[in-house]
């Protein structure tokens, strides 16, 4: 069974920027669709980014397009999030997913699986 485990988050200053890593283990990782939630206190959990199996193709959320950039190295069993032009609005709890299709990764806040998170804090 496959398991996420997500690293690279830390505190920013707002306009900074971070890279966020998830380490991938298991054989399915390079068919997989990919993804990244985030989840702030008080708040529902919110798509941010996916990436299909080759990344050949990846959508955004409105609120980063343009700021975050997703890839993955499936020779590395790897999948990144490149985060600019951080803000504060951007502090959150952020979860790397696996899903069984791309279009899944984006629809479904429950169900696929997921890894334990890590902390994102963007200070003013």
């Known amino acids: 069974q496959v398991q996420l485990v997500e690293s690279g988050g830390g505190l920013v200053q707002a306009g900074g920027s971070l890279r966020l890593s998830c380490a991938a283990s298991?054989?399915?990782?390079?068919?997989?669709?990919m993804g990244w939630f985030r989840q702030a206190p008080g708040k529902e959990r919110e798509f941010v980014a996916a990436?299909?199996?080759?990344?050949?193709?990846?959508y955004y959320g409105d609120s980063v397009q343009g700021r975050f950039t997703i890839s993955r190295d499936n020779a590395k069993n790897s999948v990144y999030l490149q985060m600019n032009s951080l803000k504060p609005e951007d502090t959150a709890v952020y979860y790397c997913?696996?899903?069984?299709?791309?279009?899944?990764?984006?629809?479904?806040?429950?169900?696929?699986?997921w890894g334990q998170g890590t902390q994102v804090t963007v200070s003013s």
């Open positions: 997913k696996s899903d069984s299709s791309f279009l899944a990764v984006i629809q479904r806040t429950s169900g696929g699986l």
């Open positions: 298991g054989r399915t990782f390079s068919s997989s669709a």
């Open positions: 990436i299909n199996w080759n990344g050949g193709r990846t």
